[in-house]
Nanobody, 119 residues
């Protein structure tokens, strides 16, 4: 079955950096686009970044563009999110996501990793 396991979250001061990773299994990773979402307390889950299956096309939410970088390693079935110049408003639980076709389109999520930006 599809499994997504995020890691790398933690507490960081404003202006600091973190690198999140997501280990994927249970599907053909190299054939699927991958996404990072985040959800802050009391807010809806929002899309942060997307990367296509080959890793050649990336898109970002306006709030993180120029600060975050999504990448993937198809040999290791991992997708990462490098987060620089972190701000308190980046505080959220970050989730890895894949959408797959299996008779219907289905979204799969990891358990999430907490990122807290605070001094």
């Amino acid at each position: 079955q599809v499994q997504l396991v995020e890691s790398g979250g933690g507490l960081v001061q404003p202006g600091g950096s973190l690198r999140l990773s997501c280990a994927a299994s249970g599907f053909t990773f190299s054939s699927h686009a991958m996404k990072w979402y985040r959800q802050a307390p009391g807010k809806e889950r929002e899309l942060v970044a997307t990367i296509n299956s080959a890793g050649t096309i990336t898109t970002y939410a306006g709030s993180v563009k120029g600060r975050f970088t999504i990448s993937r390693d198809n040999a290791k079935n991992t997708v990462s999110l490098q987060m620089n110049s972190l701000k308190p408003e980046d505080t959220a639980v970050y989730f890895c996501n894949v959408r797959r076709w299996d008779t219907v389109w289905s979204d799969y999520w990891g358990q999430g990793t907490q990122v807290t930006v605070s001094s």
